[in-house]
């Protein structure tokens, strides 16, 4: 009977998953991160690769939990396969956990490397790797777990999000080398120096982030009172013919009352606001551009748009910017697509595979490009989008003085993960040193300041409108600047390290070591 029980090993690894997982929304025990990931360190030499599977498997799987509620309830999907693609997803980005530890322990067999050197490294590049590999997810990245603590998450404009995880895997590695040591009673085996450079960066990271946020980053001379509409409209009913012309009106009394209470300069609606194509001719579009004439004010919407390039028409997921006047100022479209929301993948090699979003055929991705207003550019961040610094980035680059995130979180229904979304938004606004517009269908909608703190944030599935003078301008970040050079660099000593397991070489440098001691 104790075979089919699992081992302490499991057990160990199983327990740091499900902790991690407890530091994000919406427990938000964010202080666990900390220490989390211990139970795996003490235990996963005994089986490096499974260990961190199975603790990813748990992590992902609690995290994760929202994308049946997705697929089923939204996108109509059957439960069996919904559960189906779960697992599959769940079990391919465990795969990037269980790369971490094997390789941890491979470097410690083979080259004796400390587990605290080797584990926040290699675990920052896998981190890295899953951000972009395979079109790229991600989605709870653990220096997301932070958003809450201020202090230790202003580095982010220094090395991103990336630099957040590092710290959190370097003091989880060392305080399981001290553990271990305790429990071992081997003063040798007491890890100062770990120790000591664990401590040094930890005061580093956090004496950074109090003079950042004493340095008032929110600061800007030039600001704009911006108005966000959320307009809750049923997904069900969203892209339903009969309902348009109701969720215009919903939209057009959102923004007049609050445009003459609050004078506002700009008003944002959220992603494919208006589920029509706006280049059309057509009574409603009359009526947004209306709406824009009568508040006085810009106003930015998501809307589908369709274009014809060699014959063939691409649609796009798109964001139209008009003048107090009417005028059609530019337009936006969504560059990072979902896969099987947007598009299908390989729909060549898999013609029974639909996308899960109703309405229209497979969306084209855009290119970087922002919205001029008066002086300034707007950059909008479509959907997920704002869960890739690297689009964010390239938005400042293009001098971007506000970043805008128009999003339809309905989605994921009455779950964490509109804080989820919410949280890796606010990486966004800190690693540039940039206001953050959030405009969302059914909720989260905020605006997030240039330190990470989030204002004016509405309930979710309630028809509200927030409002807040944001800031014009980015600030001069070391991240916008050089983007993920921090774990790239990482991602490439990774890679050097395993070749050097492999040859005689790195053989004769574990028996050098061995001998010295």
């Known amino acids: 009977m104790s075979r089919f029980l699992p081992d302490r090993t499991t057990l160990g690894a199983a327990l740091s998953g499900l902790l991690l997982a407890l530091a994000f929304p919406w427990a938000d025990l964010e202080s666990l991160a900390w220490f989390a990931l211990v139970p795996l360190f003490l235990t996963m030499e005994r089986r490096p690769y499974r260990s961190g599977f199975v603790a990813g498997a748990v992590f992902f799987a609690v995290i994760l939990y929202w994308l049946n509620i997705a697929m089923t309830t939204y996108g109509r999907m059957h439960p069996l396969f919904s559960f189906a693609a779960y697992v599959l997803l769940v079990l391919y980005l465990s795969l990037f956990w269980g790369a971490a530890t094997w390789a941890a322990c491979r470097l410690k067999n083979k080259l004796d490397y400390p587990l605290p050197l080797t584990l926040p490294v290699l675990w920052t590049a896998l981190e890295f790797l899953r951000s972009f590999l395979f079109t790229g997810f991600p989605w709870a990245t653990i220096g997301y777990s932070q958003q809450n603590h201020l202090v230790l998450i202003q580095s982010a404009d220094l090395f991103g999000v990336y630099g957040i995880s590092f710290l959190l895997v370097l003091c989880n590695a060392t305080l399981a080398r001290v553990a271990a040591a305790c429990k071992n009673g081997k003063k040798h085996f007491f890890p100062r120096r770990a120790v000591v450079c664990t401590l040094v960066l930890f005061l580093l990271n956090w004496g950074y ?43 057009e009394e959102l923004s007049l009352g609050v445009a003459q209470a609050k004078g506002a300069d700009l008003v944002i609606w959220p992603e494919s606001a208006t589920p029509f194509y706006f280049q059309e001719n057509s009574p409603l579009v009359e009526k947004v551009r209306d709406t824009a004439r009568e508040t006085g004010a810009y106003l930015l919407f998501g809307s589908p748009a369709v274009e014809t390039v060699d014959g063939r028409q691409r649609y796009l997921n798109s964001a139209f910017l008009l003048s107090p006047s009417g005028e059609n100022l530019g337009r936006s479209d969504k560059i990072h697509l979902v896969p099987f929301g947007e598009y299908v993948p390989l729909k060549s090699l898999f013609p029974f595979i639909d996308k899960l979003v109703a309405g229209i055929g497979d969306f084209s991705p855009g290119t970087v490009s922002p919205l001029s207003m008066k002086d300034h550019q707007i950059g909008v961040l479509v959907c997920f989008e704002g869960i890739f610094p690297e689009l964010a980035r390239n938005y400042v680059r293009k001098g971007s003085d506000l970043l805008v995130n128009i999003t339809n979180d309905a989605w994921f229904g009455r779950s964490s993960a509109p804080d989820q979304h919410l949280a890796m938004t606010r990486f966004r606004a800190i690693e540039n040193r940039i206001w953050v517009a959030r405009a969302t269908n059914t909720g989260i909608s905020a605006f997030i300041t240039p330190s990470g703190r989030v204002q004016g944030e509405t309930p979710l599935f309630k028809k509200a409108v927030t409002v807040a003078r944001a800031g014009l301008g980015a600030g001069n970040s070391l991240y916008t600047r050089f983007g993920d050079v921090f774990p790239g660099l990482f991602l490439a000593i990774s890679i050097l390290w395993l070749v050097l397991s492999r040859s005689p070489y790195g053989a004769g440098c574990r028996a050098r070591g061995a001998g010295g001691r």
Not at 219 to 230: F, G, K, S, W, Y
């Open 209 to 251: 982030g109090q003079k950042c946020l004493k340095n008032n980053p929110e600061a800007r001379e030039n600001t704009i009172t911006v108005a966000l509409a959320q307009g809750n409209i049923d997904q069900s009913l969203k892209w339903n013919p009969v309902y348009r012309s109701e969720t215009v009106d919903i939209y």
